[in-house]
């Protein structure tokens, strides 16, 4: 993709959310999670690490089918990679992995997400917040920062319809409601966020 067709696209998702305060908070990943599945649905969950998603998603949706993908060997996976997969899923759940690869291999990771998913099926993923300082650089096996437009641009790339995104924060309720109420104008100011990640919700249409 040539870098104006790249800027047009994240342009679209500027105009939506002019600013990353736009993007309205989530306190916890489960509760939202849930809300976009169906019993009965099959999940592929990427970058799955120990697999606990799928005992925390069946203690409410018992039927779901989960199958995860992960390189590293230490736990039992269905998959290690891509080319083994011939399944096709309705929800794909891809946490704080795409960070982990350089661009090229971020955008096709996308493009193969797409390609595995049934029509209308989504995806859920996050990202470390760049206007989160040490978020992003706390882990010296990340590669790129995505700012959250260029992740929009890029997802926008592959096929995907954004549906939504948001920022996501969960400290104590005290100091969640001093964040997020008493200290936000102060965050503003200065250009630096406390929520941690981006999360996006795609769609494919």
């Known amino acids: ?31 939202f999670i849930l809300k976009y599945m169906t019993d009965g649905e099959s999940v592929l969950d990427i970058g799955a690490y120990n697999r606990e998603l799928e005992d925390r998603i069946k203690k409410y949706h ?3 089918l989960y199958k995860s993908m992960d390189i590293d060997p230490t736990y039992l996976h269905d998959y290690s990679s891509f080319e083994e997969i011939e399944d096709k899923f309705d ?16 955008k096709e990771m996308v493009r193969n997400i797409y390609s595995l998913l049934n029509p209308g ?9 760049v206007y989160t300082p040490g978020q992003y650089w706390k882990d010296a096996s990340h590669k790129t920062p995505y700012h959250y437009e260029e992740l929009g641009g ?11 995104m948001y920022r996501t924060y969960n400290d104590p309720f005290f100091y969640y409601l001093f ?7 102060l965050h ?15 769609e494919k249409r």
């Open 91 to 106: 929800v794909v759940l891809l946490f704080e992995v795409i960070e982990h690869l350089d661009v090229a291999e971020g």
């Open 121 to 129: 099926g989504r995806l859920i993923m996050t990202t470390p917040n």
């Open 62 to 64: 018992p039927n779901i």
């Open 154 to 164: 890029i997802l926008l790339a592959q096929g995907f319809h954004i549906t939504a």
């Open 188 to 202: 503003r100011y200065l250009g630096i966020d406390f929520a941690k990640s981006i999360l996006v919700l795609a």
């Open 179 to 185: 964040r997020v109420y008493l200290m936000f104008p």
């Open 1 to 31: 993709m040539k870098w104006s067709e790249q800027f047009q696209l994240r342009e679209r998702v500027h105009r939506q959310y002019p600013e990353v305060w736009n993007l309205r908070i989530v306190r916890k990943r489960i509760p």
